[in-house]
């Protein structure tokens, strides 16, 4: 993780910084606004530290700024991290104050939901700043777009790896079945793959095992289940020296952000064979959802958007086999392409034809 080229890290700034009269303590990362202004969604999340509240949102921004990139969005990355506890109540003070906050960077951020936050915050933090989406009414819940997404990437992944893009009969097992792993789950299913299922809630996994037949297993067994596919859709780090011991499947394509807990972790999958979907270019669907509300797409647009990550990881699977390199640092590669581009891009100005006295 090179984290020098983060345009800036908003901390100390009032009202976000801390105001322990309403409970709010975050964090504003914007990584990079070349593409655009930086889009990332707020997080609720009860860190242990401010340290590792800090890591995760400079992580995250970072990760924004490449999903939007290989998604083919005039947009940069960031996120906000709010520390607290997301089961919360009391809500309404907190989210006008993270608005105030994100209203004073001047259009410079956009934010929308993510772990811990809903539609329903969005509204609130909309009461103080326009720049926010996924407001309730308009593009609304990701996790649909997200889902068929990450969705279209695993059938990718198939294709490059068994040679058929379908997921009929296929073993994948789910980590993770609130909002984006359910609507996986819900599209698995009705392809005929197998589901193993697991999550920290009883609650969601009784919900999926009813409704589309999964099987489910402990959160922590979920590594050493024998599958075609892993689809991590819950928290990031999830692959680390720890579960690549017990890793037994030929591909892991997921709905959660930054599954590798450190780069190295990269080549240490593909040593053991294992087929790595870079998880910001397949999960991007949430990212495509809300730009569609930006620019006023309708829904169908989104979708069919988002059905494109199929294409953009068959390209990325191709140029590491062919360039001999990690799935990931082919993203990436990509990624750092199309913002090199667009960073040397000049207006044309009307009636001007000489590029050497153009500004």
């Avoid at 975050?26 to 890591?55: K, V």
């Avoid at 392809?191 to 299922?197: K, N, R």
Wanted: charge should be negative; hydrophobic fraction near 40%; include cysteine.
């Amino acid at each position: 993780m090179h984290l020098d080229t983060v345009d800036q890290v908003r901390v100390g700034d009032p009202p976000l910084d801390y105001l322990p009269r309403i409970g709010c303590k975050g964090i504003i990362a914007i990584h990079n606004t070349t593409l655009g202004p930086a889009l990332g969604g707020t997080r609720f999340w009860n860190y242990a530290t401010d340290a590792e509240a800090i890591e995760d949102s400079l992580r995250l921004a970072r990760g924004m700024t490449y999903k939007s990139a290989l998604a083919g969005l005039n947009l940069g990355g960031g996120k906000s991290v709010i520390i607290g506890d997301p089961n919360t109540r009391d809500r309404e003070m907190i989210f006008r104050a993270h608005g105030r906050a994100v209203e004073s960077l001047a259009g410079r951020y956009i934010t929308a939901e993510d772990v811990g936050t809903s539609p329903a915050d969005m509204d609130f933090v909309h009461m103080e700043t326009d720049h926010v989406v996924g407001l309730m009414g308009r593009s609304g819940d990701p996790s649909p777009v997200t889902a068929y997404g990450v969705y279209m990437g695993m059938k990718a992944a198939a294709l490059h790896k068994y040679g058929d893009d379908s997921l009929a009969g296929k073993h994948v097992t789910v980590q993770g079945v609130g909002h984006v792993g359910y609507f996986l789950c819900e599209l698995l299913a009705q392809e005929g793959a197998q589901l193993t299922v697991s999550d920290i809630s009883k609650e969601k996994t009784a919900v999926v095992k009813k409704e589309f037949g999964a099987t489910v297993v402990p959160a922590k067994k979920i590594y050493e289940v024998k599958a075609d596919i892993f689809a991590p859709c819950a928290l990031g780090a999830v692959i680390n020296d720890d579960t690549l011991k017990v890793l037994k499947v030929g591909i892991i394509v997921g709905g959660a952000n930054n599954q590798l807990a450190e780069p190295r972790h990269a080549k240490a999958v593909e040593k053991k064979k294992i087929l790595y979907g870079p998880d910001y270019l397949v999960n991007a669907g949430g990212l495509i959802n809300v730009y569609a509300e930006i620019e006023g797409w309708p829904a169908e647009r989104s979708h069919r958007k988002a059905g494109e990550i199929y294409n953009t990881l068959l390209r990325i699977l191709e140029l590491a086999a062919v360039e001999k390199i990690t799935t990931a640092e082919a993203a990436d590669k990509v990624a750092e392409q199309r913002m090199d581009e667009v960073r040397y891009l000049h207006r044309t100005e009307l009636g001007c034809l000489d590029y050497n006295t153009c500004g």
